[in-house]
């Protein structure tokens, strides 16, 4: 057994048990980041104009 044969078996025992996410939270303050979810039928890229991104006023000395 080689070394890229131990690395391949552990590699396919991670993929096939993955962690569970984090939990979704609400923001707290307005420039926090955040998960811009596109979806497949309606995508809105977040540079579009209607894009809730775009729509948020910039931090304090940020361009």
Known sequence: MTSADIV???RSVELLQPQA????????MTHQSYIHDVSLPNPVMPWDKTSNVLK???PKGKV
Do not use: G, Q
């Open 8 to 10: 391949r078996y552990w």
């Open 21 to 28: 996410a984090p939990k979704l939270k609400k923001r707290d």
């Open 56 to 58: 948020e006023p910039l």
